[in-house]
């Protein structure tokens, strides 16, 4: 998967779009990120004894990696991500400005 826990990435389609946001689980199996302040779902957590009270978290549901694009953080711009080899290790490149990532 292209894009990994830490990055910053830009929402491009679905009702979030046009948000920003730090990637803060990655899925890769699924091809799912969860954003920090995106896709909030509200959910009810229980009390766990008589003395505490329910109560509601707000969670980020995980969205599928296709709806984003990464904000490089050499440019500053929302990019495609490449690839590039080097002595056998693989590299992230923004397409953009050709800088690692
Ligand atoms: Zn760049």
Redesign the pocket.
Known sequence: MKIKKGDTVLIISGKDKGKKGKVFEAFPVQDKIAIEGVNIVKKHRKAKSEKEKGQVVEVPKPIDVSNVKII??????S?RVGYKIIENKKYRV??????E?
């Open positions: 490089c953080p050499k440019c500053s711009k990019v923004c397409k953009k400005c050709k800088q990532i």
